[in-house]
């Protein structure tokens, strides 16, 4: 039998260990991000978590062995190769048959994650419903994922391109735990707000550990969210993200841009149309992000969960 799932070294060593460990995703690396800030923020992310104790995981398809813990090559790889293929959870058995390399998105991520073990997971924006899923039925396999799988995400809410209302109201259905850090108004990504509120709220790493844990004790699988906003001041200006997103939509719709490239398509818009405001925040975002689960990691490691 091939072997379909590599494990590094040091991830291995530090789940062993019981250590913290976060799993990092490679779709924003190859799909979310343009280059050279998409490498950049990769080494940033797994930097935060070795400078809060943890060990990060980033997570890829290379050659067709799903990689947990990517070296400093594949991970330039995954930045710097054009048309990487990205990869749900549905596209890995295919890559892994054909030996081809991929980025993987939230749901492949998460899926190999928990297999490997690892508990914690940070992202910069949740996939979700998109804007008239009612008639294109197009949802993120992102949330049926994280409603199977054993794993927590640190993300910073979906971005405001897709259904925010949709997607909280399918996160209910689906048995998704969502609590805010320190919040319980849901973050819009770019903004610290999305304008809907969430039930629950934790105030402390610990007492993220301790829903985790107590989620896994009651045996009913599935993840949980831990919805990080932006801070206010760092936010994109809230007026000027209604007006390019608007103009945005309206330009989608004159291009008649659908399927997967529609979000590409938004990004670049928003990008261009914030000279770059958008994509510095974006990176803040996954930053503090990694940030936040390595220290979330460290206290389920530390038995701040109980267990
Ligand atoms: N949201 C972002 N940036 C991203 C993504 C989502 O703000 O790069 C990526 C993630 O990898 C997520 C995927 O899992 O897009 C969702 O894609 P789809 O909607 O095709 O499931
Ligand atoms: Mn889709």
Aim: net charge negative; hydrophobic share 45%.
């Amino acid at each position: 039998m091939p072997h379909r799932i590599r494990i590094s070294d040091g991830v291995r060593r530090a789940l062993d260990e019981r250590r913290a460990v976060v799993a990092l995703e490679t779709t924003l690396i190859a799909h979310g991000l343009p280059q050279p800030d998409n490498l950049e923020v990769a080494h940033d992310a797994e930097a935060l978590v070795r400078a809060e104790g943890g060990v990060p995981a980033t997570i890829g398809v290379i050659a067709g062995v799903a990689t947990i813990g990517l070296d400093e090559g594949e991970l330039e790889l995954m930045a710097t190769t054009s048309g990487v293929p990205k990869l749900s959870a549905r596209d890995v058995p295919v890559a892994a048959a054909l030996g081809v390399n991929g980025a993987t998105t939230v749901a492949a991520t998460a899926s190999l994650a928990a297999q490997a073990g690892i508990r914690v997971f940070a992202t910069g924006g949740l996939g979700g419903v998109h804007r008239a899923a009612n008639e294109s039925w197009d949802e993120s396999a992102d949330l049926d994922m994280l409603a199977r799988t054993p794993i927590a995400l640190v993300c910073s809410g979906v971005k405001s391109i897709l259904d925010v209302p949709a997607t909280l109201e399918r996160l209910e259905t689906l048995g998704v735990t969502v609590v805010g850090w320190r919040t319980t108004s849901f973050p819009g990504f770019y903004l610290t707000d999305s304008g809907r509120s969430i039930d629950w709220s934790v105030a402390s790493e610990s007492e993220a550990a301790v829903v985790i844990e107590a989620r896994a004790s009651l045996g009913a699988g599935g993840g949980v969210l831990i919805a990080n906003p932006i801070a206010p001041e760092e936010q994109l200006d809230p007026a000027t993200h209604d007006r390019v997103l608007s103009a945005g939509l309206t330009a989608l719709d004159d291009r008649s841009v659908r399927g997967k490239a529609v979000t590409p398509f938004l990004l670049d818009y928003f990008a261009t149309a914030t000279g770059g405001a958008s994509l510095e925040i974006n990176k803040r975002i996954i930053r503090n992000n990694a940030r936040l689960a390595a220290r979330i990691a460290c206290a389920l490691a530390g038995g701040a969960g109980g267990s």
